[in-house]
């Protein structure tokens, strides 16, 4: 049976006194894991050790970096390799989030080198996916989301493509307080594991987990993780609020 996830991505926001007191808030809630469901904190690099060693001993409880770079080591200042993150203890790293895909104009090509090297580092990439609102109104978003897996992941072996989580977010529900439609959050996640069933096999795409992000709130999560392929969600704004979060915790299947 898959992981069902609730990853939160904090982006750039909060300090690291307000993050730890956020992490110790929802580590210390009654509420604890199914064997099956994880938490995941995707911070800000500074934050990562400290908040691991808040988690620590908590069972089912991880810390994912939001980026990591495409080359190995070298002459990148300012940049974080995949070795560095491993070598703290890092866990899981959000690849092709659609704000580092515009901002910083990530391709596929990058992406795909970006999940390598996470791989060899034993790091599970966290791979986001999803089409900007323009696709959606043409319709053309099951193409959109299938190239982006065919030119990041489909180099994969089967064996490597079971240690990455996959992240559905569609662009115009970033954000935007606009969530899509659990019916098509449950069309979109269907046909990703159909796409990974031909290209790889049914036993992968029946263990990945495929988690959904855009608006996801205390709100919402109940209705979208009730979804037969979502498991789970990518959290961004209501991962910041500790009451919002636990909520969508609890809304894990
Ligand atoms: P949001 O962000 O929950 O604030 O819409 C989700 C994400 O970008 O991962």
Avoid at 7 to 30: E, I, R, Y
Avoid at 170 to 199: D, F, V, Y
Wanted: charged share 20%; net charge negative.
């Amino acid at each position: 049976m898959h992981k069902q996830i609730a990853a939160a991505n904090w982006k750039m926001n909060l300090t690291l006194q307000q993050g730890l007191a956020l992490v110790d808030n929802l580590v210390n809630q009654p509420h604890i894991l199914a064997d099956n469901q994880q938490v995941v904190f995707g911070v800000p690099f500074p934050f990562l050790q400290a908040v691991k060693r808040n988690i620590n001993g908590k069972q089912n409880y991880f810390i994912s970096a939001q980026n990591c770079h495409f080359q190995k080591s070298g002459a990148y200042t300012g940049e974080v390799s995949a070795e560095m993150l491993k070598s703290i203890g890092v866990d899981y790293v959000i690849i092709g989030h659609s704000e580092r895909r515009e901002y910083f104009n990530e391709n596929h090509q990058m992406l795909s080198e970006k999940i390598n090297l996470c791989l060899q580092n034993d790091l599970k990439p966290i791979f986001c996916c999803g089409e900007p609102l323009s696709v959606r109104e043409a319709q053309t978003q099951n193409e959109h989301v299938e190239t982006q897996l065919r030119e990041s992941l489909f180099h994969l072996s089967e064996e490597q493509i079971t240690d990455i989580v996959i992240a559905y977010e569609p662009i115009w529900a970033i954000g935007t307080g606009k969530t899509a439609s659990s019916a098509q959050a449950q069309e979109m996640h269907l046909h990703i594991r159909n796409i990974m069933a031909h290209k790889f096999s049914n036993g992968v795409a029946d263990s990945l987990s495929i988690l959904y992000g855009g608006s996801v709130k205390a709100a919402n999560a109940k209705e979208i993780f009730g979804q037969k392929d979502v498991d789970g969600g990518l959290v961004g704004g209501s991962s910041l609020n500790a009451d919002e979060f636990t909520i969508i915790i609890k809304a894990l299947k």
